[in-house]
Nanobody, 123 residues
């Protein structure tokens, strides 16, 4: 059984930084891509960053230039470094994984999900 465990959320002032981590266990796929999503209560879950097994990455316009997705090449662990955080970045953040070697920002294309971690940015 696949499990994704997230860590690293918290509260920070605007302009600050946080790094989220996600570690997968029991992941059986050799071809895969990994993502980060966020969701504000009452709104749709938004894909914000994705990276594939080979390191190709992409970002949503809302975080381009401020967030960086990366991964550990020795295990299925990936990270989201968030710089210059803004109050509008406040959300529940989720990591996700899929057994396809192609980037995606679509929620329904991901098979596995972490439990979510709250990020709160204050003014």
């Amino acid at each position: 059984e696949v499990h994704l465990v997230e860590s690293g959320g918290g509260s920070v002032q605007a302009g600050g930084s946080l790094t989220l981590s996600c570690e997968a266990s029991g992941f059986p796929h050799s071809a895969y891509s990994l993502g980060w999503f966020r969701q504000v209560s009452g709104k749709k879950r938004e894909g914000i960053a994705a990276i594939d097994r080979d390191g190709l990455a992409d970002y949503a316009d809302s975080v381009e230039g401020r967030f960086t997705i990366s991964k550990d090449n020795t295990k299925i662990t990936w990270f989201l470094k968030m710089d210059n955080l803004r109050p509008e970045d406040t959300a529940m953040y989720y990591c996700a994984a899929r057994s396809v070697l192609r980037l995606s920002f679509l929620e329904y294309e991901y098979e596995y999900w972490g439990q979510g971690t709250q990020v709160t940015v204050s003014t």
